[in-house]
T-cell receptor, first 114, second 110 residues
Framework: DTGVSQDPRHKITKRGQNVTFRCDPI?????LYWYRQTLGQGPEFLTY????????KSRLLSDRFSAERPKGSFSTLEIQRTEQGDSAMYLC????????????FGPGTRLTVT | DAKTTQPNSMESNEEEPVHLPCNHS???????IHWYRQLPSQGPEYVIH???SNVNNRMASLAIAEDRKSSTLILHRATLRDAAVYYC???????????FGPGTSLSVIP
């Protein structure tokens, strides 16, 4: 068990560019979550998947954000036309369906929009 | 949703016990009390959870007040590695996301 992995760990982009992040969950976990964390704050929920189905999206997830989990394994989070306010740590977590409260988090992708 | 209140920060000496308090006076009968922690530059990690009875695991103990309006996370012997932000969270088993508050930043003094 290698844990949840995220790629890249750091991303610097210019305002207006598109970025895509990848998350690989723990292999037997069928639930996958995305969170966003800004400095000094706790993580904020963005969206989650059960297998390939996206079951909930936060109102924080604007139209510029899209997430996919096409085969129920890894997931991608894309941000289009990035803004400086998108600068944050993007965290991915996974869990089993039977224990959704016990989520295992990855190390995160730190996005800096200049 | 019921809310939790935690001190912003706490300090502890290394190798001494730490008691991290959490108030949740509006807790409902179906809310479970969960604790996560986040070490510097890492994602959060699950610590422990309980409903009514006190709980122990390899990481910590959770003491829940009889009226369930407060709880305490107990680290029996703080180490430098325990320096982290500790989040107290209420969740129903049907909830699928973790709602994090600001948490308590624990410093451990050598």
């Amino acid at each position: 068990d290698t844990g949840v992995s995220q790629d890249p760990r750091h991303k610097i982009t210019k305002r207006g560019q598109n970025v895509t992040f990848r998350c690989d969950p723990i292999s037997e976990h069928n639930r996958l979550y995305w969170y966003r964390q800004t400095l000094g704050q706790g993580p904020e929920f963005l969206t989650y998947f059960q297998n390939e189905a996206q079951l909930e999206k936060s109102r924080l997830l604007s139209d510029r954000f899209s997430a996919e989990r096409p085969k129920g394994s890894f997931s991608t989070l894309e941000i289009q036309r990035t803004e400086q306010g998108d600068s944050a740590m993007y965290l991915c977590a996974s869990s089993t369906r039977d224990h959704p409260y016990e989520q295992y988090f990855g190390p995160g992708t730190r996005l800096t929009v200049t | 949703d019921a809310k939790t209140t935690q001190p912003n920060s706490m300090e502890s000496n290394e190798e001494e016990p730490v008691h991290l308090p959490c108030n949740h006076s509006t807790i409902s009968g179906t809310d479970y009390i969960h604790w996560y922690r986040q070490l510097p530059s890492q994602g959060p990690e699950y610590v422990i959870h309980g409903l009514t009875s006190n709980v122990n695991n390899r990481m910590a103990s959770l003491a829940i007040a009889e009226d369930r309006k407060s709880s305490t996370l107990i680290l029996h012997r703080a180490t430098l590695r325990d320096a982290a932000v500790y989040y107290c969270i209420l969740m129903k088993t049907s909830y699928d996301k973790v709602i994090f508050g600001p948490g308590t930043s624990l410093s451990v003094i050598p």
